[in-house]
């Protein structure tokens, strides 16, 4: 039994161990949640600025495949059609070259403004989404900072309190020697195995 353990009713190392042995689960209840939907947030966020990086334009078509011209593109495409066409009937070409030249202008420049706006509003709810991964990713990342820092100081804990059992433990032996040679010398009786002293001291704190 170790000094320590002697003067603070003993176990001392385990008793504390038992404590800090709870600290790791008591890490993972609370901050593991964040720290795991921190790393699927990573993930995410690499799929995605690779994807940007690594082949920009494959990245816009795979988006654009998804595309379907709007209700208002449509709306727009027969207003200003039939605008053309009531042009062209007034000037005498309706149906002719001039009247479907300006139709499929008509058409190519509303279909472009109609494809920008639904790129960028989904770029847009995109971008939002990103940000909110982006802030799960930073509060993993703390988490897991936490979780890091305080494992490594409970190691440190343990390392310390498992050195200090050691030289208590030295220390336990050598105190013992101390009291039985003392009782020899100051001619006390000495019983089996040591001094009076030495004997109370034994059974009192088991050297």
Not at 27 to 52: F, I, P, T, W
Request: charged share 15%.
């Amino acid at each position: 039994m170790s000094l320590f353990d002697m003067l603070f009713g003993g176990g001392g190392e385990d008793a504390a161990n038992k404590y800090l042995d709870q600290i790791p689960d008591l890490l993972q209840k609370h901050l593991g949640s964040y720290s795991d939907r921190g790393g699927r947030a990573g993930n995410m966020l690499e799929g995605v600025y690779g994807g940007m990086v690594n082949d920009p334009m494959g990245y816009i078509n795979n988006i654009m495949s998804n595309y379907k011209p709007s209700e208002g593109y449509q709306y727009q495409q027969d207003l200003m059609g039939q605008s053309a066409a009531n042009a062209a009937a007034a000037g005498g070409q309706r149906g002719g070259g001039a009247e479907q030249a300006e139709q499929q202008r008509i058409t190519q420049g509303l279909l472009g403004m109609d494809m920008q706006n639904w790129l960028k509003n989904v770029m847009g709810a995109q971008g939002i989404g990103m940000q909110g991964e982006q802030d799960f990713y930073k509060t993993g990342f703390g988490a897991d900072s936490n979780i890091s820092d305080s494992l490594a100081n409970l190691m440190g804990t343990k390392a310390t309190n498992a050195y200090k059992s050691s030289q208590d433990n030295g220390m336990g032996d050598l105190l013992g020697l101390a009291i039985t040679a003392a009782g020899a010398v100051g001619g006390l009786p000495v019983a089996a195995g040591g001094s009076l002293l030495g004997n109370y001291l034994g059974k009192k704190w088991g050297l």
